[in-house]
């Protein structure tokens, strides 16, 4: 397995840009509120406002408020992000608990190789997770079925839930003989210490 590389610069100019969209939607959406509310609080109260101005332009006035302090914001904030990073909390040290921290994430197990490796080795936990809320929903509909007995209701929740679980233990014990074919799914950060050493 090939060591992962994370660019700082490449980490810096992300962090600058998602620095500058964070505050500008939250500028934008403060703006569109406010505007909106003062808008709306003009319809309401003087009668010349609301002659004066059609609904699209009272819809423009958040609307173009809104885009316009985003844009502002954004280039502002980028602008400002780059030439005083320390400002905006990006120093050399919170790049490095970054890159980090993004290495981490990048050489974890995906959630679905643990849920593989974990069904290939508790098979019948699995079958039991899945058949008894399984068995129970059965049951639960098969109470609404009033033209039937209690015991007519059983019989009937008997044979779906026998067949739903067979059905779960039949993939199941397919999906075993798929992973006995292919192997586990190896953990990459289990491996990251040793093509480290290589390189």
């Known amino acids: 397995m090939a060591a992962v590389e994370i660019d700082t610069e490449a980490l810096k100019k992300h962090k600058v840009l998602s620095l500058a969209l964070s505050e500008a939607n939250k500028w934008a959406f403060g703006t569109a509120f406010v505007v909106g509310a003062s808008t709306l609080l003009a319809t309401y109260r003087s009668k010349k406002f609301d002659k004066m101005t059609s609904i699209s332009a009272k819809v ?3 609307v173009m408020a809104s885009l316009g302090i985003w844009s502002y914001k954004y280039e502002i904030v980028m602008h400002d992000a780059k030439r005083f990073p320390e400002k905006w ?3 050399e040290q919170a790049l490095v608990q970054e890159k980090d921290q993004l290495l981490k994430t990048t050489l974890s197990m995906p959630y679905h190789h643990q ?5 290939y080795d ?3 936990q699995w079958i039991a997770a899945l058949g008894v809320p399984l068995a129970a929903t059965i049951l639960h509909q098969q109470q609404s079925n009033t ?3 209690f015991s007519q209701k059983i019989m009937h929740s008997r044979v779906f839930a026998q067949g739903g679980v067979l059905f779960i233990l039949l993939s199941t014990m397919g999906f075993r003989e798929f992973m006995d074919r292919r192997g586990r799914f ?3 950060s289990a491996e990251a210490p040793s093509s480290r050493s290589e390189n």
């Open 60 to 62: 423009s006035f958040p």
């Open 89 to 91: 909390g990006l120093t």
């Open 115 to 119: 849920l593989c490796n974990y069904i």
């Open 186 to 188: 190896a953990d990459p």
């Open 122 to 124: 508790h098979p019948f």
């Open 147 to 149: 033209h039937l007995t």
